[in-house]
């Protein structure tokens, strides 16, 4: 299913070293999560083109200096700039401005590398029948994916990023503002140490490339 009228966004953390996968620094060192980080934001990106399945932007928190998101491939035409003084308030920023020009968003991260073709359409049909929100729980207790066709403010303000509390509230709130959502099969990032054991088992299909 190819969506004409959807748009992904992808955030992402532009690459500065101790400011990118900070929990996993004392496992890996800053520069470790650094590439890492680097890694996984790549993947994700050549991942989500590949499939070909709806329109997809790059929105980052900040400049990147060092040229990475230039050598992405396929070429990132232009970043976005994510506005807002937490995670909740970017994301809010992003899908309204998104929704003037797309019917349907779906957000998601840098960090899960099992996001695949029938997971993201499984989630774009979620709102094509009807859902008003789409989520991807992660097993950490937070939301690998988020989907909506239009914005609900309440979603995303005074949740307690980075907790485990992070879907249990927004259930909550989804249950307050009576909407319709549909939750995908759970998935896992890479944000702890025990995620790398996750991790190594799938660097073999990823390729030495990456």
């Avoid at 499939?51 to 932007?57: M, N, P, R, S, T």
């Avoid at 029948?129 to 729980?137: A, H, I, M, S, Y």
Wanted: one cysteine or more; hydrophobic letters at 40%; proline letters at 5%.
């Amino acid at each position: 299913m190819t969506c004409s009228d959807a748009c992904i966004l992808q955030f992402a953390k532009a690459p500065r070293a101790g400011k990118v996968k900070t929990r996993l620094i004392p496992a890996l060192g800053e520069d470790g999560a650094l590439q890492l980080h680097k890694r996984l934001l790549r993947h994700t990106w050549e991942s989500i083109n590949t499939i070909g399945l709806a329109d997809v932007q790059l929105w980052t928190d900040a400049a990147d200096s060092t040229g990475f998101f230039e050598d992405l491939r396929p070429p990132v035409m232009k970043p976005s700039l994510q506005q807002g003084a937490d995670l909740g308030e970017r994301m809010r920023a992003a899908i309204a401005r998104t929704l003037q020009h797309y019917s349907q968003v779906v957000v998601i991260g840098s960090d899960c590398p099992v996001l695949d073709a029938h997971y993201l359409n499984e989630a774009f049909m979620a709102l094509q029948q009807g859902n008003d929100v789409v989520l991807g729980p992660a097993s950490d207790g937070g939301y690998v994916l988020i989907g909506m066709r239009m914005v609900y403010p309440e979603l995303f303000e005074s949740i307690p990023w980075g907790s485990d509390q992070v879907l249990k509230q927004t259930r909550q709130r989804l249950k307050a503002l009576d909407c319709r959502w549909h939750e995908l099969p759970e998935r896992w990032d890479v944000d702890r140490p025990e995620d790398l054991l996750k991790l190594e088992k799938l660097t073999s299909r990823w390729g030495a490339s990456e």
